[in-house]
């Protein structure tokens, strides 16, 4: 998720308009949830005393997803209007490192959330309502494609596939890329996973792309998906060329580290899909790309 995004949804979080489009069951409780928090609590000491379980059951939930506990602080910074850079260092974090939470590539621990809640002073009914907003959010925004694949594209045969992302600008998204990618690795026909990564392409080639290195990255992704369904399929020479072209981009391409519905990064599943890609050295990648933003800042500052 990035950063825009999370700004923009953060923004239109308090109004909950956007729950009603919460399907996934576990993000329509957490939904209810919230919507039990903010009402009056129940008079009846039974529907009260189950209403408190659930919360507890549910909320317990909650904390074991690490995705939500990463953007649980993204959010509570929104909406609570907190400094991000005295949350880090409640931490003893610094901005790189709350980018990298952001990005997936730090964990947030249950003990460090709680302890920005506390340091923060910040009412545990309030806390809780945000935590399962930011959780109902995680959740739809992971499962929102899958929703869109089952109700617009998958009853569709291939080409009628292709003519509707075509036609539709909505699906031309990187997020419907990645998913086809996911679907051509868990296809069991060969043909079917080789057609799956072909439509993740089209998609490619209409998303305009705002930075050319994540271009570059999202490209190295799907072409590395369509080298393992070739392989699969048993076109070892148009593979070995899909490859070449993964490994190119490789070394150029950014965005690897975002995660997906597993927690697991682009450059995780490359390398498990890729034979002969080179180790992800992200630690190289990350000073490749901030210096160049600390020295324009430097300049401001002259």
Request: one cysteine or more.
């Amino acid at each position: 998720m990035k950063s825009s995004e999370t700004g923009a949804s953060a923004r239109k979080m308090d109004s909950l308009e956007w729950l009603q489009s919460a399907r996934h069951p576990e993000g329509r409780a957490a939904a209810a949830g919230v919507l039990w928090l903010r009402g009056q609590e129940p008079w009846d000491p039974l529907e009260k005393a189950i209403q408190a379980a659930f919360l507890e059951y549910l909320l317990e939930q909650v904390w074991r997803n690490p995705a939500s506990r990463r953007m649980a602080i993204t959010f509570l910074c929104r909406l609570e209007g907190w400094s991000e850079v005295k949350v880090g260092k409640i931490l003893g974090f610094s901005a790189a490192d709350l980018e990298e939470l952001e990005l997936g590539l730090r964990p947030m621990s249950r003990e460090d959330l709680e302890k920005i809640v506390a340091a923060q002073k910040l009412p545990r009914r309030r806390f809780e309502e945000i935590f399962l907003l930011t959780h109902a959010m995680v959740i739809m925004m992971d499962t929102g494609w899958e929703m869109t694949w089952q109700d617009q594209l998958e009853p569709l045969s291939f080409p009628e596939r292709r003519a509707l992302i075509a036609a539709d600008k909505e699906l031309q998204n990187g997020g419907l890329a990645e998913l086809l990618c996911e679907k051509s690795r868990e296809a069991d026909d060969p043909e079917e996973a080789v057609a799956l990564a072909e439509l993740a392409f089209l998609v490619l080639e209409l998303v305009k792309a705002p930075v050319e290195s994540f271009r570059l990255g999202d490209e190295g992704f799907v072409w590395g998906h369509l080298g393992h369904a070739l392989q699969r399929r048993g076109d070892q020479a148009a593979a070995e060329a899909a490859f070449a072209e993964c490994i190119k981009r490789w070394e150029t391409g950014d965005g690897f580290e975002s995660v997906d519905r597993q927690d697991r990064s682009k450059a995780e599943i490359l390398q498990s899909l890729v034979p002969g890609l080179p180790p992800y050295d992200r630690n190289r990648r990350l000073s490749r790309s901030r210096p160049p933003r600390q020295e324009a800042r430097k300049g401001k500052r002259r």
